[in-house]
């Protein structure tokens, strides 16, 4: 069966000014859309025609790991997203920040300091490992943290793709706004 493009969960024009509805056009229908394409064709005839997403990650490499991964994380990524939505995290995922981190302050900027020093295409994330801590981590083009064996929680794409029309080179004005438009019911309801 066919990966299908999820919709966005949410306006075009919702996550504006931060990132645009000029952005999201390219990233989702374009780039994202792309990925899902990819895949589908590459998958044709293989093993992994009949898989699920999850398993495809795990067990591939190459040209369909790359787009299968990559599927994975848009949708992951695009589903964090709101405007006005819970601005700190809640519950469990609150206390496991305070207790690694020491506060959501500081956890904020050692995430946006990871997002910053990524060099080239990729992606920051914040994670929880089997023991239930967290961990902040980098990963290069599609890699996942899946196939490590982490939890992904929290992610941000730093592909330029992600910021360039609204910000050009300026990754670190991305990041800056990024945290407001975050719904943390969501991120907190994945840890
Ligand atoms: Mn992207």
């Not at 374009?30 to 067990?59: C, R, S």
Request: hydrophobic residues 40%; negative net charge.
């Amino acid at each position: 069966m066919a990966f299908e493009l999820p919709e966005l969960p949410y306006a075009y024009d919702a996550l504006e000014p931060i990132i645009s509805k000029r952005t999201l056009e390219f990233h989702h229908d374009k780039h994202h859309a792309a990925y899902v394409n990819n895949l589908n064709n590459l998958i044709k005839g293989t093993e992994f025609e009949q898989a699920d997403i999850i398993d495809i990650i795990m067990k591939s490499d190459g040209g369909i790991f790359n787009n299968a991964a990559q599927v994975w994380n848009h949708t992951f990524y695009f589903d964090q997203f709101g405007k006005d939505r819970a601005k700190q995290p809640k519950g469990q995922l609150a206390e496991a920040i305070n207790a690694t981190y020491g506060s959501f302050e500081e956890f904020k900027e050692k995430f946006t300091t990871a997002a910053k020093t990524l060099f080239g295409s990729g992606w920051a994330w914040l994670v929880k490992k089997t023991n239930g801590s967290l961990d902040i981590v980098q990963t290069s083009n599609a890699e996942n943290p899946l196939k490590e064996g982490l939890i992904p929680i929290l992610t941000c794409d730093v592909w330029e793709h992600a910021y360039y029309l609204d910000y050009q080179n300026k990754r670190p004005d991305y990041l800056g706004n990024f945290w407001d438009i975050l719904d943390w019911d969501i991120i907190s309801g994945r840890y």
